[in-house]
């Protein structure tokens, strides 16, 4: 069993770590961890990169945590480019975290460079200044920025408002699972395989307007050598007047629903239909119980982001 530590913005990074005395700043209390261990972020503001710089193991991973979810708040807004930077770290699990204050097009909520084996889990993104449900503008150059991190695992995010929700580079057997992608940016997940037959799987996502009104670019979009893709169990929305597709992969140009369905074999048991959020004004996006996404995993789970 490793350590547990807790961080806090009103923290003191000369204390112990502990709930009742955390850390201040990321840079010391992520400097004091060792494979196994947690670090805890208590509810607040955050102005400052997460830029863990050790390592966890297969069987010991880093955990770093909001300590209820969505309430450690990563703010961009005073010109920080990224909120969540792994680079040469490997095994991290980074979960809980809410990002705010996006600046198109320069803003990624996460950049993650030659990492194996991490994971980002149940994430949620803000609108950006200007942009609501009605008026959906871009805010975020990108919510995942990956680069040769194999075996990621990105899960239960909320990407609202970039130009691209996930985008994997030479990342094998990447697994993008449970997301949900709002708003007026280009690309949902976009793969750029280094080899042959490289394979990635993207289930039970829901896409939302993930088009410009006037741009035909697609939700999923393989780039490079043709990817071993499986894409299965996703909810797809593309308002009417919209120019958008579902899918591109090299060799098929952006194509809609019925024919990527047909051309690829892939996305056999997913649905194209308006999904019915809960209350996306106020930035709530689970599912209303009319929804065609609701319970539609084949575990009953939701399509897209879970309720928590």
Not at 39 to 68: C, F, H, N, W
Not at 179 to 199: H, K, L, Q, R
Not at 223 to 248: C, M, Q, R, W
Not at 258 to 277: C, I, K, V, Y
């Amino acid at each position: 069993e490793g350590s547990i530590y807790y961080i806090s913005p009103s923290g003191d990074d000369s204390r112990s770590g502990s709930r009742e005395e955390p850390w201040r700043s990321f840079a010391y209390a992520t400097r004091q961890l060792v494979p196994g261990d947690e670090l805890v972020l208590q509810p607040g503001v955050y102005r400052e990169i997460l830029r863990p710089r050790i390592s966890g193991s297969i069987d010991r991973k880093i955990r770093i945590r909001a300590e209820i979810p969505h309430q450690a708040v990563i703010d961009l807004e005073q010109a920080l480019p990224v909120a969540v930077e792994l680079l040469s770290v490997h095994h991290l699990e980074i979960e809980g975290l809410r990002i705010r204050g996006g600046l198109f097009p320069y803003s990624v909520a996460y950049l993650v460079l030659d990492s194996h084996g991490s994971a980002l889990r149940n994430g949620r993104m803000d609108y950006p200044k200007g942009s609501d449900f009605k008026q959906l503008k871009l805010g975020y150059g990108a919510g995942v920025l990956a680069h040769l991190a194999p075996d990621l695992v990105v899960a239960d995010h909320l990407f609202l408002c970039a130009v691209t929700g996930v985008s994997l580079s030479h990342s094998p057997r990447s697994r993008v699972e449970h997301n949900t992608f709002v708003g007026e940016g280009n690309y949902g997940v976009v793969m750029i395989s280094g080899t042959a037959d490289e394979p990635y799987t993207i289930r039970h996502n829901l896409f939302y307007r993930t088009i410009l009104g006037y741009k035909s670019n697609p939700a999923i979009w393989g780039f490079g050598h043709s990817p071993k893709l499986v894409s299965d169990g996703n909810l797809f929305y593309i308002p009417e007047g919209h120019k958008g597709t579902i899918g591109a992969l090299p060799g098929l140009d952006r194509v809609p629903f019925s024919e990527w369905q047909r051309a690829t074999g892939l996305d056999r048991n997913s649905q194209q239909a308006e999904p019915h959020f809960t209350a996306p004004e106020q930035g709530d996006f689970s599912l209303l119980t009319d929804s065609p996404g609701k319970g539609a995993a084949p575990d009953g789970t939701n399509i897209g982001i879970s309720d928590r």
